[in-house]
């Protein structure tokens, strides 16, 4: 589903992406993991069209990224603040991206009425909470049923109830055979929901395994471990 | 298509936007008081005329850049969506001024036309929207070309301050220098490189008209005297919309988010 | 009784007889030999209809009356009326198409060294000159119209010219489309009353070396350059309306070596300059209104003891400017609306004093393409910075006493 090649990207003179390769293919969640700067934002960000890479190029459904828009069509993206207007009112959020969008996507109201946006409709994105303008943009991710979606820190700062009702919806899409891609820390999150890491490190993709796989090298029991004794042993590999 | 789909929420959102009530409602006070407080209908167009050149290309700009600031990860959601860049740009410019330009006709609109319209009142408020669509368009170029919001504001401040005042000292300066040289020409082809004197001009062959004819220069005596200053004026304050509205264009077109 | 009644009937007949039979010309018969056939006293009288003749000479005192407007028609052909004898009258005709000429001044009606001539109620139309009067005395020009089609200064002549005149009234006339609406040259003790002069070609009225004349609620407007006055001693100008003369030289009125004279209760509106005087002498200018003016007042610094009083300034461009650091004028009691003094003690009279003479426009004085930066932040700017500290402007132009609210005259 989507095909990585080879991806640099230069900001001045800081190096984001050094030849980054990926394939994604679908019914994957896919957890983008790494520490600050290590360029998993920009390579989300260079998928979705956001950042123009300086070389190498992308794949989207077989569709080269190239700055034409329609790919994205597939592609429903929730960022990790909240971003919409603070005038607008939810129900008018919600309307526009229906507008955009087109009118023959598929509307998910189960997931509507699961995070309680309707109760929400009528209030001004400024008037609302960080974990309530999170549902929100959750919301509008899943919405219209494209198939690949990117999640940027999916359950920060969502409430417990809702947290669980997004994790439960990546699973049930991941079913449907929709690819998946999230960005986040929590590792006892990605450890429950991913079935692929891949893990970036100063601009270049570090490791890319299944969960499985992880396990069965590292001989560790949990996904903290695995990934400790990783950095552990390129650390010293460093040294010598 | 898209850019009216995504103008329409635009507009939704900076109409709904406090500080574009609070500009209006200001506007309508001081247009308001001037117009009712003073004797003569004519002499409050000419200090409404000093509020249109100062005060709406500085609200436009300040306004225009903390917008775009403000806008930005809403423009990035956006633009994750299938839909083009320029649709997206051309959605926040028209919607942003706009709604400025909509805000200044009715402050200021209002009571000169409660009034009953003065002289020189339709080419007051033609001046104010096209000076609105230009310090919007500065202000878009200014945020496209930085990334840091303080660094925005403050070149659009000494945009603003460079062409309402320093402009035109630099001007006074030069018409000194060279004050033994003819300068009609001159001074025709420097009024076009600022909007706020092409306005200005604008109103004044409308509300200055005896005392400009009383030039003896021919150059100067035909754009002053005729149609053909109204044309040029407005002329060059149309490429003053386009000009930076392209360039910023071009950058959000190539800008990393 | 009865002798008495008798000697007057007899006088009455004699009376009669004295002033005259009436002749009819009818159309197709000719005024001219009507006029020749005529005697003193007579009343010619002309039916409507056109009459092709010009050169019709009028060398004895008599009336000649058009009933119904008759159209005399010259076809171009020299001039059309000639005056040659005191006590004439000509009343109600058209009389159209002149003669065109460099070399000679041709006139629809010319009336030369006479006194007591009428010309009333006639319309002039296409004419070089309209009514031409030289040497003449003591006439009245009432009630006529006269309308040309001039388009070049040297190729056109003057609705009502004078030249070497003498008490003569001009009077309701209506004058449009010459040279100059009403030309004075060396007439003296004239007065002309309630005449419109509007879209002549260059002056609505001009005058030269016509002392002791009074110019009174008369219009002039949209004249190429509005109105003249030079070389001239004593003259009245009362409650006349200059309008909207504009151009690169036009003035509402130029005045030009005039002394002892009173410019009083006119009415300037959208003028270039309003007035414009050099080497204007004793002048008193009081109780005018001048209205969106690009400059209301002129002076050169060669005008001296002039009193300049009592005048509404609003809405001008610039009020009042002169080339001359020094000043030898007299401001007092204007209402400036310009003026941003106080008036604590309510006496109407403002507690600071208003210095008509801004900076700025002594900056376009000097620079004349400055204008450009006309209203700008920049020249608002400096002429606060001048009013507050006079540096450039002439120290003692300055009202010590502005009005606060509009005079009423």
């Known amino acids: 589903m989507i095909k990585i090649e080879n991806l640099k990207k230069k900001f001045d003179k800081n190096e984001a992406l050094k030849g980054v390769s990926l394939t994604l293919g679908e019914g994957t969640v896919a957890a983008v993991m790494g520490p600050n700067g290590s360029g998993k934002t920009t390579m989300l960000k260079c998928i979705l069209g956001l950042v123009k890479a300086d070389s190498g190029s992308i794949y989207v459904n077989d569709c080269h990224v190239n700055g034409e828009c329609e790919y994205r069509k597939h592609i429903g993206y929730m960022p990790q603040y909240s971003c919409f207007p603070e005038n607008l009112k939810v129900k008018e959020v919600m309307a526009m991206i229906k507008d955009i969008r087109g009118n023959n996507c598929t509307y998910d109201e189960e997931l509507l009425e699961k995070l309680k946006i309707a109760e929400m409709n009528d209030k001004q994105i400024g008037q609302l909470s960080g974990g309530m303008k999170q549902r929100v943009s959750s919301a509008a991710a899943f919405l219209f049923g494209g198939d690949i979606i990117i999640l940027d820190e999916p359950t920060a700062g969502l409430d417990p109830v809702s947290s669980e009702i997004v994790k439960n919806k990546i699973l049930a899409e991941k079913a449907k055979g929709k690819l998946i891609i999230i960005t986040s820390h929590i590792v006892s999150e990605v450890e429950a929901m991913a079935d692929r890491i891949i893990y970036m490190l100063e601009g270049k993709i570090y490791f890319d395994s299944t969960k499985d796989e992880l396990y069965s090298t590292t001989g560790k029991g949990n996904l903290n471990q695995a990934i400790a004794s990783l950095i552990e042993t390129a650390e010293s590999e460093g040294k010598n | 298509m ?80 299938p839909v083009k860049r320029k649709n997206i740009f051309w959605a926040e410019y028209a919607g942003l001024s706009a709604a400025l330009a909509a805000g200044f006709v009715l402050g200021t609109g209002l009571p000169l036309l409660l009034y009953g319209g003065a002289k020189g009142s339709f080419y007051l408020l033609l001046s104010g929207v096209f000076l609105t669509f230009i310090f919007t368009a500065l202000a878009f170029l200014a945020s496209v070309i930085n990334k840091d919001k303080a660094k925005g504001i403050g070149i659009s401040l000494v945009v603003w301050f460079y062409m309402s005042v320093i402009f035109d000292a630099l001007v006074l300066v030069l018409y000194f220098v060279f004050s033994s040289y003819p300068l009609e020409k001159a001074t025709i082809i420097v009024s076009a490189l600022n909007p706020v004197d092409l306005a200005r001009i604008l109103i004044l062959l409308k509300l200055d008209v005896s005392a400009l004819m009383g030039y003896t220069g021919a150059t100067l005596q035909q754009f002053f005297g005729s149609a053909f200053g109204i044309l040029f004026s407005m002329g060059f304050l149309f490429l003053w919309v386009l000009m930076p509205t392209l360039l910023a264009l071009s950058v959000f077109n190539r800008k990393n988010f | 009784m009865n002798k008495i009644k008798y000697i007057l009937i007899i006088l009455a007949i004699t009376a009669l007889n004295s002033f005259g039979k009436e ?104 004419n070089y000159f309209g009514i031409y009067l030289a040497g003449c005395d003591s006439c009245n020009v009432m009630y006529n119209e006269a309308a040309s089609n001039a388009v070049t200064e040297s190729s056109s002549g003057n609705g009502i010219h004078l030249w070497k005149c003498s008490y003569i009234l001009v009077k309701n006339n209506t004058l449009t489309g010459h040279r100059d609406g009403i030309y004075f040259e060396f007439a003296t003790f004239s007065r002309a009353e309630n005449n419109s002069s509007f879209n002549n070609v260059r002056y609505g009225l001009h005058f030269m070396f016509s002392h002791n004349d009074e110019y009174v609620n008369n219009v002039f407007a949209n004249n190429g350059a509005g109105v003249a006055v030079m070389y001239t001693k004593n003259v009245k100008m009362y409650n006349n309306r200059f309008e909207f003369n504009n151009g690169a030289n036009s003035y509402g009125l130029l005045l030009k070596e005039i002394t002892d004279s009173y410019i009083e209760n006119n009415n300037f509106t959208g003028n270039t300059v309003g007035i414009y005087s050099e080497g204007g002498t004793r002048l008193l200018i009081a109780g005018n209104e001048f209205n969106s003016n690009g400059y209301a007042l002129k002076m050169l610094g060669n005008c001296t003891d002039d009193t300049v009083r009592g005048n509404n300034f609003s809405s001008n461009t610039f009020d009042v400017t002169t080339n001359s650091s020094r000043n030898s004028n007299l401001f007092m009691g204007n209402y400036w609306d310009k003026y941003k003094g106080y008036d604590l003690d309510k006496n109407g009279t403002g507690d600071v004093p208003y210095r008509p003479v801004s900076l700025f426009s002594k900056i376009v004085e000097e620079t004349p393409e400055a204008v450009f930066l006309l209203r700008s932040f920049v020249a608002d700017l400096l002429d606060m910075a001048e009013r507050v500290v006079p540096v450039f402007t002439p120290e003692s132009l300055i009202d010590e006493t502005p009005k606060m609210n509009r005079v009423i005259n």
Do not use: W
């Open chain 3, 23 to 126: 002749i009819i010309v009818n159309p197709g018969e000719s005024i001219k030999s009507a006029v020749q056939l005529s005697v003193k006293g007579d009343r010619v009288i002309v039916k409507e209809g056109l009459y092709k003749e010009a050169e019709i000479l009028i060398d004895k005192p008599i009336e000649l009356i058009g009933e119904g407007y008759p159209t005399i028609d010259g076809f171009s052909k020299g001039e059309i009326i000639i005056i040659r004898s005191d006590s004439v009258t000509v009343k109600g005709f058209y009389v159209n198409n002149s003669g065109f000429s460099g070399m000679r001044d041709y006139a629809a009606i010319r009336i030369e060294d006479s006194k007591h001539c009428n010309i009333l109620s006639n319309k002039l139309i296409n």
């Open chain 2, 2 to 81: 898209t850019t009216l789909k995504i103008l329409k929420y635009v507009l939704y959102d900076v109409l709904r936007s406090k500080m574009i009530i609070i500009y209006t409602l200001l506007l309508f006070a001081i247009s308001f008081g001037i117009i009712y407080t003073g004797k003569d209908v004519s002499k409050a167009v000419i200090s409404l005329l000093n509020i249109v050149l100062l005060v709406v290309p500085l609200v436009s700009i300040i306004f225009g850049t903390i917008h775009f600031y403000n806008s930005k990860e809403f423009m990035e959601m956006l633009l994750a969506m």
